[in-house]
Nanobody
Framework: QVQLVESGGGLVQPGGSLRLSCAAS????????MGWYRQAPGKQRELVAA???????DYADSVQGRFTISRDNAKNTVYLQMNSLKAEDTAVYYC?????????WGQGIQVTVSS
């Protein structure tokens, strides 16, 4: 079992930045993929960014160059640095842990980009 708790969301103006954190209840060193997903109203949940324990990272085309995912194994925490935010980034963001045996989700956190 892995409990995931997101923090760092909120309201930000277009062009601004936020950093989301995802604290895991146990070591993430061996977790195959840690990722961030988001779901906007009326839309399906989509992958935003993912990080493997081998050091690979993958991003959605819509956030490439603006968002950065990172893992701090010592703190059992995954971050999502979001820069140059746009209105279309508004969504509930979910942390995800894929152990290859089971998938775990955080409760989600709201990010609103608006002037």
């Amino acid at each position: 079992q892995v409990q995931l708790v997101e923090s760092g969301g909120g309201l930000v103006q277009p062009g601004g930045s936020l950093r989301l954190s995802c604290a895991a209840s146990r070591s993430i060193h061996s977790i195959y993929v840690m990722g961030w997903y988001r779901q906007a109203p009326g839309k399906q949940r989509e992958l935003v960014a993912a990080s493997t324990n081998g050091g690979n990272r993958d991003y959605a085309d819509s956030v490439q160059g603006r968002f950065t995912i990172s893992r701090d194994n010592a703190k059992n925490t995954v971050y999502l640095q979001m820069n140059s935010l746009k209105a279309e980034d508004t969504a509930v963001y979910y942390c995800n842990a894929d152990t290859t045996v089971e998938v775990f989700w955080g409760q989600g956190i709201q990010v609103t980009v608006s002037s």
